[in-house]
């Protein structure tokens, strides 16, 4: 009686857990089969097929460039983010200082603080200083928010990792950059590696703040998504969505490859 | 070099003389680790926040001005009200879905847990201007919502352009955000407790309200955390799902900063968001710490 009743309460969680995870993958699925669609129209289902908003997105300029726009801001910003924030959360784990809890507050409140506050102060600033829509004022900016998500995974795969290592070279003689490059990096690389996903998509995505900062020289593919759908019916808009999501898809599977790994070394 | 010498200089504790070289140095070394990080988040975070409080006291005339416009005007006022329901409404939503999923994750097997841990992080991994377009979609007018909805009966109900289509959308969006701290939480929990309490004769219900939901309340506090700060904050989704008649804080900045160029208002209305956020921050915290603590001590 009682097995009977809790199997059937299992199967309820199991049916429940099934229609929300439905509820989280399904919805944003529906770009795909619109990107398809043969009218320039949002209408779902669609009447017809064709592959002509593809053509439109790999070859209106002003798709390509966002495209291109965002690929390079996230991979510097990963570049520049991972450098910075591996550097701070090494600071943070090795030995103690005056200031340590005020600095890592610091550091991580860009995570906490709601974009939209901080990119007013950054518009002001970059009209002074003319970084409007300029590769360097996006990568600078987009940075700071991708901060806290490298420092994050970082510090947690330090913490893991046993110090005494790091004395053992040492004491065969190693200098602090090569302890460093042959021990505590190959070590802690899959922290590091994630972090420089999580910059990447943390600048992949970012919409708000490159609202602000944006020009018509320089659009990310976000910001040019947003503008599209804001001012005219373009189904290139549910391509562009469609190279997103098969983008990120596979940045997902790789970072699930990573965390397994990192798993099954510990 | 300079920099670091200020900063170890003027900030480290006076060294005493038992200290050894190698502990100096690597206090050095840290301070030198961090100087990129911290330059980084002055440049571009603090001294804009500094800008924007020092803008919606000076800006355009010295005083509170922009600060009493902002009390008294009524408009405001439903709309700071409108964000925070919005919030809590998303927040219980994201709860009620992300328990029980985030319990699974943790009673069923590791091939259910590696299952549903995939298909939470898919789409937080997704990006949010993706997600709002599909949205956009699904919810248009004579969308597939509206048809799913007329087909069983519940006629004609406008989706996109309210505050009950920012409502599902921003709930669904957020959703990872309370199921990965749940998830985390649950993880830790010894599962033999609950197992204890049965034994000695406790039903599942009472096993459930007195062992499992007192500790997993460090994972419902900082899932909700998450989910409510996230949402006070959003506004592709808002601005994409909702109307200008329901607007919520973020556009009504947008809307004084870039189209009304009322830049001392948007400051104004920025520091009120940034001061609510961190009073909502604090209460949950303290909350939180005071729920651990009695927790240790019972």
Redesign the interface.
């Known amino acids: 009686m009682i097995r009977r009743s809790t199997t059937f309460w299992?199967a309820l969680?199991?049916a429940?857990?099934a229609a929300?995870?439905v509820?989280?993958?399904a919805?944003?699925?529906?770009?795909v089969p619109?990107s398809f669609t043969d009218r320039a129209s949002?209408?779902?289902?669609p009447s017809g097929w064709s592959a002509q908003w593809y053509t439109n997105f790999f070859t209106d300029p002003s798709w390509l460039w966002s495209l291109e726009a965002s690929l390079r801001v996230g991979v510097l910003v990963a570049i520049?983010a991972t450098?910075?924030?591996t550097?701070?959360a090494?600071?943070?784990s090795?030995?103690r200082?005056?200031?340590e809890q005020g600095?890592r507050a610091?550091?991580l409140?860009?995570m906490?603080?709601?974009?939209?506050?901080?990119a007013?102060?950054?518009?002001?600033?970059y009209l002074r200083l003319n970084l409007l829509g300029t590769t360097l004022g996006f990568v600078?900016?987009h940075?700071?928010l991708a901060?806290p998500f490298v420092?994050v995974p970082v510090l947690a795969s330090l913490q893991g990792f046993d110090r005494r290592l790091e004395d053992a070279a040492a004491i065969c003689g190693a200098r602090?950059w090569t302890t460093f490059r042959t021990v505590t990096l190959p070590l802690v690389a899959p922290g590091v590696l994630s972090g420089a996903l999580f910059a990447f998509?943390t600048s992949?995505?970012e919409?708000?703040l490159s609202?602000?900062i944006q020009s018509p020289y320089l659009q990310t593919l976000?910001v040019r998504?947003?503008s599209s759908?804001?001012r005219d019916t373009d189904p290139t808009?549910?391509a562009a969505?469609t190279v997103?999501?098969a983008l990120?898809?596979a940045?997902?599977v790789l970072?699930?490859i990573i965390t397994i790994r990192r798993s099954r070394v510990h | 070099m300079t920099l670091v010498d200020v900063f170890s200089g003027g900030?480290?504790?006076p060294q005493s003389r038992t200290e050894t070289e190698g502990?100096r140095r690597?206090?050095r070394?840290?301070?030198a680790?961090?100087t990129?990080?911290?330059i980084?988040?002055i440049?571009?975070?603090?001294?804009?926040?500094?800008?924007?409080l020092w803008?919606s006291f000076t800006d355009p005339v010295a005083g509170f001005g922009n600060f009493t416009w902002y009390m008294g005007d009524e408009v405001q006022r439903r709309v700071l009200l409108r964000t925070f329901t919005t919030g809590l409404e998303v927040t219980v939503i994201c709860l009620v879905?992300?328990y029980?999923?985030a319990?699974?994750m943790v009673?069923?097997g590791p091939k259910?847990r590696a299952m549903?841990t995939?298909?939470?992080?898919?789409?937080f991994?997704?990006?949010?201007?993706?997600?709002t377009?599909?949205?956009?979609?699904?919810l248009?007018d004579?969308?597939?919502a509206h048809t799913i909805l007329s087909l069983i009966g519940l006629g004609d109900v406008q989706l996109i352009r309210t505050n009950l289509g920012v409502v599902i959308g921003m709930s669904?969006i957020l959703?990872?955000f309370m199921v990965l701290p749940l998830y985390a939480v649950m993880a830790g929990i010894d599962r033999k407790l609950v197992l204890a309490s049965s034994s000695l004769g406790a039903r599942p219900l009472t096993s459930f309200i007195r062992i499992w939901a007192p500790l997993t309340m460090p994972g419902v506090g900082a899932g909700a955390l998450m989910v409510f700060?996230s949402s006070?904050?959003f506004?592709?989704t808002p601005?994409?799902l909702g109307s200008p008649d329901n607007a919520l804080i973020?556009q009504q900045?947008?809307v004084q900063?870039?189209s009304l160029l009322q830049?001392g208002r948007?400051?104004a209305m920025?520091?009120v968001?940034?001061l609510l956020?961190f009073v909502v921050?604090a209460v949950l915290m303290l909350a939180l710490r005071r729920a651990s603590r009695q927790e240790q001590s019972s």
């Not at chain 2, 995939?118 to 789409?123: A, G, H, I, Q, R």
């Open positions: 299992r969680l199991l429940f857990c929300v995870a509820w989280l993958v919805p944003s699925l529906i770009v619109l949002f209408n779902f289902p520049v450098v910075c924030g550097a701070a090494v600071a943070f090795r030995t200082f005056f200031g600095l610091l550091l409140a860009p906490i603080v709601p974009v939209i506050v901080v007013i102060g950054i518009y002001a600033i600078v900016a940075s700071v901060l420092i602090r998509a992949f995505d919409v708000i609202l602000f976000p998504m947003y759908v804001t808009i549910a969505a997103i999501l990120t898809t940045l997902t970072a699930s | 900030a480290a504790p502990a690597r206090r070394g840290a301070y680790l961090l990129p990080s911290v980084l988040v440049g571009v975070f603090v001294v804009p926040l500094a800008l924007m803008r879905l992300g029980p999923y319990y699974a009673a069923f259910v549903l995939l298909l939470v992080l898919v789409p991994w997704t990006s949010l201007m993706v997600r377009f599909a949205w956009v979609i699904l248009q004579n969308g597939p669904q959703l990872p700060i006070l904050g506004y592709v601005a994409l973020s900045i947008y900063v870039n830049w948007g400051a920025g520091v968001l940034l956020t921050l």
